[in-house]
Nanobody
């Protein structure tokens, strides 16, 4: 079992920045790929960013590429999502997720490849 707790959400103006954090406990953190997903009201949950368990490979949704950066610190059992140049359409509940990966390089995209999820943190971007 892996328990995930997100923090760092809040209200920010368009163009601003937020940094989300995800603290993991339980099984060995560095054996899991990590991902961030988001879900806006009335919409399906969507992939935002992912990072391999080695930390060497990352993947981003086109909508956030160049603005968001995912990182991890295996020694601290944490993952982060730095969000810059935020837009109103980034408003959503953001979820941290962990999934066992096929290899050190692999970054899962589908939600079903992530077995463990946090409770979510609200991000609201005002125009």
């Amino acid at each position: 079992q892996v328990q995930l707790v997100e923090s760092g959400g809040g209200l920010v103006q368009a163009g601003g920045s937020l940094r989300l954090s995800c603290v993991a406990s339980g099984r060995t953190f560095n054996m899991y790929a990590m991902g961030w997903f988001r879900q806006a009201p009335g919409k399906e949950r969507e992939f935002v960013a992912g990072i391999s368990w080695s930390g060497r490979n990352t993947d981003y949704a086109d909508s956030v590429k160049g603005r968001f950066t995912i990182s991890r610190d295996n020694a601290e059992n944490t993952a982060h999502l730095q969000m810059n140049t935020l837009k109103p359409e980034d408003t959503a509940v953001y979820y941290c997720a962990a999934g066992q990966a096929a290899g050190t390089w692999y970054v899962p995209r589908p939600a079903y490849e992530y077995a463990y999820w946090g409770q979510g943190t609200q991000v609201t971007v005002s125009s």
